[in-house]
């Protein structure tokens, strides 16, 4: 929870890609999420991935973003790096490291299963690029703005998504300290098989739902003091986005992307595959 904090206040820091409107860095985002969808060739993928490191440090997040990256890739890729190979379709063509009964491991497995842990690693270094760049606030203010503004919709509704980001922190506070409370009235909800500890956890959830309702009260009565309304289509805001010059760069660099992906695939060059 800790470094999830920590992700969010740097979205929060000043550089040339903080101060980009947070809409295109949406769709660049959007753009990079796709291409690890399209294609499966490792080499793309590398090169895509190591584009995204050297933009963190135009963004001057790269120490921060480097050493979750370098914690996350082994936790999340690991797993199907090593037991990908054994269920890959085994053809007698296929240079195997290992072939006994219905186990084997063989060289184009162990490609295959790289080409897969890559995709995770592009994917997860684009979202990680993105929540350390991008203030959720303004994002949240962009949006409403652009959806009132253009498409006649309530800012109600980006303010709904931006809400339950901001208080899933809050609400992981409140549930260690309730439980931290109930342990120090000898209250034992760590031990005891995973049905045990779900009914101890009961009156833990009872104080947990208290505290929202009352959360949930005093957003509704700030709003009201606030005036704000859910009908209100004209409303103005603080920071008012235009789009720049630099924005269509930083976007520019996403649609490259996703079009070197497109031509890939016409190429029929985005497969791993081909290195068979």
């Known amino acids: ?28 985002w959007v753009c990079f999420i796709i291409v690890p969808i399209l294609v499966t060739n490792p080499i793309i993928l590398i090169v895509f991935t190591a584009f995204i490191w ?18 996350t890739y ?12 054994f269920f890959y379709k085994a053809t007698p063509d296929q240079a195997f490291l290992f072939n006994w009964s219905i186990f084997h491991v063989s060289v184009e497995g162990l490609i295959y299963a790289t080409a ?3 995709r995770i690693v592009l994917a997860l270094t684009a979202c990680t690029f993105f929540v350390m760049t991008t203030d959720l606030m303004d994002l949240a203010s962009g949006l409403g ?28 506070g409140d549930y260690l300290t309730i439980t931290d409370s109930f342990r120090s009235r000898a209250l034992d909800i760590d031990s005891g098989s995973f049905f045990q500890r779900l009914r101890k956890l009961a009156p833990v959830s009872i104080p947990l739902i208290d505290i929202m309702l009352r959360r949930a009260q005093r957003i509704s009565i700030a709003l009201e003091v606030k005036a704000f309304s859910v009908n209100n289509k004209n409303r103005t805001f603080f920071k008012e986005h235009r789009v720049q010059a630099k924005d269509f760069l930083l976007l520019s660099t996403g ?6 992906s497109i031509a890939a695939v016409i190429l029929d060059v985005a497969k791993v595959e081909m290195f068979f």
């Not at 050297?54 to 914690?71: H, N, P």
């Not at 509704?157 to 922190?169: A, D, N, R, T």
């Open 145 to 172: 703005e652009f959806l009132q503004n253009k498409l006649g919709i309530s800012y109600m509704y980006p303010l709904m998504v931006i809400s339950s980001f901001k208080f899933i922190p809050e609400l992981s």
């Open 116 to 118: 897969m842990g890559l």
């Open 1 to 28: 929870m800790t470094i999830v904090l920590e992700m969010l206040e740097t979205g929060k820091a000043k550089s040339p890609i903080h101060s980009c409107d947070p809409r295109m860095k949406l769709l660049w």
């Open 74 to 85: 082994p936790i999340m890729i690991g797993f199907i790096v090593l037991t990908w190979p």
């Open 255 to 260: 649609v490259l992307a996703l079009a070197i």
């Open 54 to 71: 050297i933009l963190a440090g135009v963004a001057k997040i790269a120490k921060k973003m480097y050493r979750f990256l370098i914690v």
